[in-house]
């Protein structure tokens, strides 16, 4: 029996890839399309418009494996047993979400798909081909008999209308017949939710992070390497007839054998080589072009249409004309065009759109994503696509980015951008306006959902932080005793979202004034954290610089700064040098050595981190002004009043372009700029 997607004329949310592409080429002679279905529906489908059973899946193409090179008569590399299969197999007899983990080209989906055509053979096949199709995939495997939800690349099914812990236990829990939901995900997304991350986010890109992470919680994990055993190469060389086994064992000491069957290597050298004069510059470009969209964090297909607009700056950055570009269509081609049996450097068709491959987005060295493309993608992107946006620049601490994709995800109604866009607008220095923003928030969740909801208890923790930011401290110490209170009665006394109203307590409390209460409240939190969350997590390793902080008010300074030492050197093993919460861990160490009076080491050490935090923050981020003014304060206290004066008149013009009017880094710059010339 064919096989065929449900197909429309633009491109696709996410989730098209190289298994659509397959289904088209497939199945093309027999494919009728269903234009009246809208993209909310789009699930793998037979010809006649049925969900296919496992068992008729003969090609892994229609599973998501990387396609062969568009020769109808060419079967898929021969499958080889991977080590992980019995695990596999065991836990999906006992498990009823299991997640495969492992980096691109691994093998995931095709290890995946030949275990549930053995296990589950008349299971009812139901894929979502994208995002918005989830609730019609969730509903479809509801109502059969026995199902696998088939996720293949399972971040893009995750965000803005995306799969939720909630919506897996409706679907999974209580069921007498078997429903089991597979997915496979890159090591490359899946590190994003490792617990360091957790630590660099803030307001609703944390919560939002909890939501995917409750999802990813809940599977049942599975690793795959993508090096091949010595165990698993030896049973490959059953397979050496086929040239690309063949090929693939010939180079599995420097990668996978999966890797090189999906032509990984060769097609990130392919694209490297083309930027040559004369080569496929174009084609080069085209390619960069795709992967940046991706990076932007569009995570559908781009059109034929855009690739043509969008690529062009890459090419002018590279030489222009002096490369001899080929023209378009033959550029196309070329990025088209598959190597060996797998992918080309693009995957789709003119229909659905294009994917960059995924392999390239894990090149090494690659330019953070140009203006010029950003810019682009705001001009053309739908408010979904502009909320996916939004989130990965604010996850970057690219917050002007962040604030211009969120105002056009709220303009044009996408879930929760309100709620995301006055967090990002208070990260960008504008506490005030967030505040009101939030104001907002809190009386609709409040109506809609109760007043110890999750939601509103979530708007309600940003509300409160955000007023102490404006500067209401005592506000906001008293709004966060208020909700420790609550988030223990809702949610428990351990939950991540309570210890972290009660660092808040403890921490406005202390800029309020009373340092002695803030060290007995993290001194009992700091407890707490160690006994749920071990030594070595983001936020004991923050919790740790708050104690050490207010008890540098109340105690000795020589011990704060030994404590310091023995925290940042933890900090940068645990997280990195480059980590946000290492670099506020500097901040301290060189406030404290201004403290004891060495000026010129401390004007040196905030010198060193305005450096460090433009770089990971970049320069207009509130943390990088306020690093700007320590510095001036240090230079002050050296006596170098003229190079102080002219870097603080910098700072104030600086300050006032980002930051709100009023903003206490403004207020501070301006006293310390007429002091100095009053002085």
């Known amino acids: 029996m064919g096989l065929a997607a449900t197909w429309t004329t633009g491109p696709l949310a996410t989730g098209i890839g190289a298994a659509v592409t397959a289904v088209y080429t497939l199945v093309a002679d027999n494919m009728r399309p269903q234009r009246s279905r809208s993209h909310a529906g ?132 209580g069921r007498t017949d078997r429903a089991v939901v597979l997915a496979t995900m890159r090591s490359e997304e899946y590190r994003r939710y490792d617990a360091r991350e957790e630590s660099r986010l803030t307001g609703s890109d944390r919560d939002a992070w909890r939501v995917e992470r409750e999802v ?22 059953r397979y050496q007839a086929d040239p690309r086994i063949r090929l693939a064992l010939k180079s599995c000491d420097r990668f996978g054998v999966a890797e090189v069957v999906a032509a990984g290597p060769e097609l990130l050298a392919a694209w490297e080589n083309a930027w040559a004069p004369g080569a496929n510059p174009r084609g080069a ?73 995924d392999y390239l987005l894990n090149k090494p060295g690659l330019s953070p994503v140009p203006d010029h493309l950003w810019e682009a993608l705001l001009t053309r992107v739908d408010p979904t696509d502009a909320y996916d946006m939004g989130l990965v620049a604010h996850q970057a601490n690219q917050l002007s980015r962040a604030v211009a994709a969120l105002e056009l995800a709220r303009s044009g109604g996408a879930a929760g951008a309100d709620y995301l866009l006055a967090i990002a607008v208070g990260d960008r220095g504008w506490p005030r306006q967030a505040v009101g923003d939030l104001e907002d928030v809190v009386r609709r969740r409040r ?3 109760g007043w110890c909801h999750p939601d509103t208890l979530a708007a309600r923790h940003q509300l409160a932080f955000f007023r102490g930011e404006a500067g209401d401290t005592a506000v906001a110490a ?83 700064q030994e404590e310091l030492r023995l925290l940042l050197r933890d900090a940068r093993r645990c997280l990195g040098p480059d980590s946000p919460h290492t670099l506020a861990i500097v901040s301290t160490q060189a406030v404290f050595t201004a403290r004891a009076g060495h000026a010129a080491e401390a004007a040196a050490a905030f010198g060193r981190l305005v450096t460090d935090r433009s770089r990971v923050l970049g320069t207009e981020h509130p943390h990088v002004i306020h690093t700007r003014l320590q510095r001036c304060q240090a230079l002050l206290s050296q006596g170098r009043t003229t190079e102080a004066g002219e870097d603080l008149a910098q700072v104030l013009r600086d300050a006032r372009r980002v930051l709100e009017p009023g903003h206490r880094h403004i207020e501070l710059a301006s006293d310390m700029l007429d002091e100095l010339r009053q002085g």
């Open 478 to 560: 008293a709004a966060f005793g208020e909700l420790v209170v609550d988030t223990t009665a809702a949610l428990g006394p351990n939950h991540a979202d309570t210890l972290a109203a009660r660092h808040q307590r403890a921490y406005f409390t202390g800029e309020a004034g009373d340092s002695r209460t803030a060290v007995l409240q993290l001194r009992t939190l700091l407890a707490d954290r160690l006994r749920e969350e071990g030594p070595d997590h983001p936020q004991v390793l923050a919790t740790r610089r708050s104690l050490i902080w207010f008890s540098s008010l109340t105690g000795t300074l020589a011990d704060a």
């Open 285 to 357: 470009a085209v390619v960069a072009t795709a992967v940046d969209c991706r990076r932007a964090g569009l995570l559908r297909p781009v059109s034929r249409q855009w690739l043509q607009e969008l690529h062009p700056p890459y090419l002018v950055e590279r030489g222009g004309p002096d490369l001899q570009p080929e023209p378009f269509e033959e550029a196309m081609q070329w990025a088209c065009k598959a190597a060996y049996a797998t992918s080309g450097l693009l995957v789709g068709n003119y229909s659905q759109g294009y994917l960059a491959f």
């Open 447 to 449: 109506a809609e959902l």
């Open 42 to 173: 789009a699930l793998l489908r037979t010809t006649s418009g049925g969900i296919p059973r496992c068992g008729q899946l003969v090609r892994p193409e229609l599973a998501g494996v990387h396609p062969a090179d568009g020769q109808l008569d060419r079967s898929a590399p021969p499958y080889v047993e991977r080590d992980a299969e019995p695990v596999l197999r065991a836990a999906l007899a006992r498990e009823d979400f299991v997640l495969i983990l492992g980096e691109s080209t691994a093998g995931k989906t095709r290890l995946a798909y030949e275990v549930t055509r053995a296990l589950f053979p008349r299971h009812a096949f139901v894929r979502p081909l994208n995002r918005s199709a989830l609730a019609a995939a969730i509903e479809e495997t509801r109502r059969s008999k026995r199902a696998v939800l088939w996720l293949d690349d399972l971040e893009n099914y995750l965000g803005a209308d995306g799969l939720t812990s909630s919506m897996l236990a409706g679907l999974l829990q």
């Open 216 to 237: 990813l919680d809940r599977a049942r994990k599975i690793r795959l390497a993508r090096h091949w055993s010595p165990a698993e190469q030896q049973r490959a060389t």
